[in-house]
């Protein structure tokens, strides 16, 4: 089998979606669209990848900085695709093989999809074969020209005759190029066309008459093919996304009770007999263990759940880890770092950040845990906080095995309780309590005889 080596164009302006940011590094179902085609193209196992990059080039350069397998060809003036694919010549000497162009904007390409290009393309001998779509509202594309059946030219939208744009079958902008021929014929594309720049389209009248065979491959889900050239487009594309997700997960056994209104991002992992409520938003690299539930209005990003872990509802998880079997919120909140035991209870209005919380341990109630370390069988009182930033230093909080925290307590950073010990509600703790031990950090209560009467009896006098 020949090699493979893909170029992806990248370069464009993307005027029409309105933003500072480049084009291809909006967001798709929680990564760039470029991502997505880069996961495609990785996909196919290729000898190389080369990304045509020119309008914010240096911004994208530096989101995939750290891909080495990935090299960049620079297109300064954009002036077409034929021209940006030209600017991978010099990278691309002396290899031979198949070049399967993809384009920076169309995230809902699968790969089973380009293997079937590369499959039509190498079965018939092709020096090229352009992947089409028959779609509804061919609006923007460039139509494909047939004749007897066969494909004679591709007409951009703007250069098209009436009688032409009522043509349906459009140009997807992915092809798959036999290397030898290609830039030679690339350098003779001129630029009589509407925008006066060098199409790629044109390639298929040259081949034409230099009689090198030119197929097509009509993909069967025209949504696969579709490109994002504005907001509403990268909306509608997310949607197909999530869909998509939402699907495969619930054929593996997840219940989504919602699907409408829950949001997966494309890389989540969720195990079966798992339940998500409407209003859930997992994102990122999440994974979620099997038989778990999680309840409405729930974010989680980055985090790891184990089997049998409940969510209860408006809860926040941000790159933290909870162990089996605990429950955590409603309306909790984990910060980063935060490592919840096997079988432990986070509950409501709890923050935790850089925290680990042992197995068995329960934080039921209005409690602040930062920069902790609380071991197991603990029991965190309502209103606890770990007083743990001086100003300048955050400073560590240490609550061993089996402590008892009373209700209302301050742990004044740097302080450790040991093993056992209690510490008396109300108390601000500012020096270890050693294990067994009680601590007590509370002013003396005094009770003046009498006092309230004597209040009341002065405010009736005025």
């Known amino acids: 089998m020949s090699d493979v080596h893909v170029v992806i164009l990248a370069a464009g302006m993307g005027t029409r979606l309105k933003s ?70 010099p990278l691309l000497a002396g290899r031979h093989g198949t070049l399967v162009l993809l384009s920076g904007d169309v995230p809902l390409l699968r790969a089973e999809t380009v293997r079937l290009l590369l499959d039509a393309h190498r079965s018939a001998g092709a020096a090229a074969t352009v992947m089409t779509a028959v779609v509804e509202r061919p609006y923007g594309y460039g139509r494909v020209i047939r004749t007897s059946g066969k494909i004679v030219g591709i007409v951009e939208e703007r250069d098209a005759s009436p009688a032409q744009r009522l043509g349906r079958e459009i140009n997807s902008g992915i092809y798959a190029f036999d290397l030898a021929p290609l830039f030679e014929a690339l350098r003779t594309i001129a630029t009589r066309n509407a925008q006066g720049e060098y199409y790629l389209t044109d390639l298929v009248a040259v081949y034409r008459r230099q009689r090198l065979p030119v197929e097509t491959l009509i993909v069967e889900d025209a949504r696969e093919v579709r490109g994002i050239n504005t907001l509403g ?21 997840v219940t989504i009770i919602d699907p409408v209104t829950t949001y997966i991002d494309a890389e989540v992992e969720i195990g079966p007999d798992t339940v998500i409520h409407p209003g859930v938003l997992i994102q990122g690299r999440s994974r979620i263990g099997s038989g778990c539930e999680i309840h409405a209005n729930v974010r989680i990003a980055n985090s790891v759940l184990a089997d049998r872990v409940t969510v209860h509802d408006f809860c926040l998880l941000l790159d933290s880890e909870v162990g089996e079997g605990a429950s955590v919120g409603p309306f909790a909140h984990l910060r980063a770092g935060s490592i919840i035991g096997q079988k432990a209870k986070i509950g409501n209005f709890v923050e935790l950040k ?82 067994g031990a009680l601590g007590v950090g509370r002013g003396r209560q005094t009770n003046i005889m009498d006092w309230a009467d004597r209040k009341r009896a002065a405010h009736k006098k005025t």
């Open 354 to 435: 850089k925290t680990t919380f042992g197995p068995d341990s329960k934080a039921n109630h209005l409690s602040y845990l930062g920069d902790a370390t609380i071991g197991a069988n603990v029991n965190i009182g309502a209103g606890t906080i770990t007083c743990n930033y001086d100003g300048q230093w955050k400073h560590q909080t240490v609550i061993e095995d089996g402590a008892f925290i009373g209700s209302d307590s301050q742990l004044i950073a740097p302080v450790r309780v040991g093993k056992g010990a209690y510490v008396g509600a109300g108390s601000s703790i500012t020096e270890d309590v050693p294990a």
């Open 20 to 89: 500072s940011k480049p084009k291809v590094l909006h967001p798709v179902v929680g990564a760039p669209m470029v991502e997505h085609v880069l996961r495609l193209a990785a996909a196919l196992a290729p000898t190389s990848t080369t990304l045509v990059v020119g309008h914010q080039a240096d911004a994208i350069r530096a989101y995939l900085r750290d891909r080495p397998e990935l090299q960049f060809a620079l297109q300064m003036p954009q002036n077409g695709t034929a021209h940006a694919l030209q600017q991978a010549e």
């Open 233 to 253: 487009e990268l909306s509608e594309v997310s949607a197909i996304m999530r869909q998509t997700k939402n699907a495969e997960l619930m054929a593996a056994g």
